[in-house]
């Protein structure tokens, strides 16, 4: 009977030890990650751009392509690579720099409602803006059949990472321009609609009346 008790006492013991960690554990809040409504979001954004990118440069002509509607403004071409280079650049950057900084859930307040503001402020090209020097063209595809396809490898890895991704994206921020500080959610926003920006670029571009006819 006394050796009963003692067991009964000690395993007591052990639960009542144990109770901290359980309560730490079940008071810890669970990895926040993308919602379906967002992983949509941008997935549509991102495929929505992409096609638009992709018939932008669709049929034209070696002359066309290399056209510059003026010496200090960029061909067809330099868009299209300075689309393709930003494209892994901001990925790269997304996920060694914005994922990689501690999460600061407080600063949440400060981005809030810059989901709206990148989609539609970062494709508006009444105010221009000046590359970085990592970003400018300079040639680095021989064609644009290469180009094509690095922009292709470059834009399915940025929406492999949408669907796939466990990370919690809204708890982590870095600054990007003239947006201010973003979180990495608003980041992958910013991917597409830089894409759209410069798409509008091509667009005036061909729309040039010395733009060549074939």
Known sequence: MKLQWKLSAALCLVFALALP????????PAPTTLSSEERETALKN???THDA????????????WRFKPAPDRWSVAEVAEHITISESTFLETLRNQVMTSPADPAKRAEVKGKDEMVLKM?????QKRHAPENLRPLNRWPNRDELTKAFEENRKATMD???TTTGDLRDHFAPHGSPGLLDGYQWILFIS???ER???QIEEVK????FPKE
Do not use: C, M, W
């Open 193 to 195: 609609a830089h894409s």
């Open 53 to 64: 990118f992709l018939k932008s440069i669709a049929g034209l002509s070696e002359k066309q």
């Open 207 to 210: 729309a040039d009346p010395n």
């Open 46 to 48: 991102l495929q929505a």
């Open 198 to 200: 410069h798409t509008r």
């Open 21 to 28: 960690s359980i309560a730490q554990t079940a008071a810890a």
């Open 122 to 126: 970062v494709p508006d090209r009444t």
């Open 161 to 163: 990472y949408v669907r």
